[in-house]
């Protein structure tokens, strides 16, 4: 479980527990059933992840929204979106293997998660990853109810594919941008768990990536 889980959820128990000590036993049920909600709502489940070539794997657990090319700049860039319900896990991972190149935090709106605008108007931090030659961009995007954004590393981290880098709390998005060669292993309206589905497959020169097998407290 994410600690997040265990302050909200034992300030809940005790206020819950105190209010119908003072009170009646009556009232300490509603903040005993929040407590238990936060508690169940950080969780934080084991992942196998895929050691498939090229694989990169979903960042986070919900549901795929959008699968569609877009242009950056002067290129053709694949997308792939996925919104996060307040009954999703909200733990975030790394979809590759390498290195962190960049971070952007951007502060904006809080658009309902499904809007199409919520990608370039919300409160919103952007991740750039480099490994095996690739360079894959994640989006955290905060959501109608996302009122916070949490990430753990820094610009020049080594990371491993499925490997937790943070979480954003209550309902919102995760965006992956890909070059437009990557072969798309989803579709709108399938649903994916963080670290562990494949949304795509990047084109791969030499070896295979290997386990990149994350250390214990990265991917596990």
Known sequence: MVRDGYYYGFALIAAGVLLGWLTRPVWAVIPLLLAFFFLWFFRD??????????????PADGKVT?????????????????????????????????????????????????SPDCADLNEQ???????????????????????????????????????????????????????????PNVKVGDRVKGGASVLAYLPQQGTPLEAESVSAEGAR
């Open 45 to 58: 489940p084991e992942r196998v992840i895929p050691t498939d070539a090229g694989a990169v794997v979903s």
């Open 66 to 114: 959008d699968v569609s090319t877009m242009m950056v700049g002067n290129e053709k860039q694949l997308r792939l979106s996925i919104f996060l319900s307040v009954f999703d896990v909200h733990v975030n991972r790394v979809p590759i293997s390498g290195v962190i190149r960049d971070i952007h935090y951007q502060r904006g709106k809080f658009l309902d998660a499904r």
């Open 125 to 183: 931090n952007i991740v750039t990853v480099e490994g095996q030659g690739q360079r894959v961009v994640f989006k955290q995007i905060a959501g109608l109810l996302a009122r916070r954004i949490v990430f753990d590393l820094k610009v020049g981290d080594r990371v491993g594919r499925g490997q937790r880098i943070g979480l954003i709390k209550f309902g919102s998005r995760c965006d992956v941008v890909l070059e437009a060669s990557a072969r």
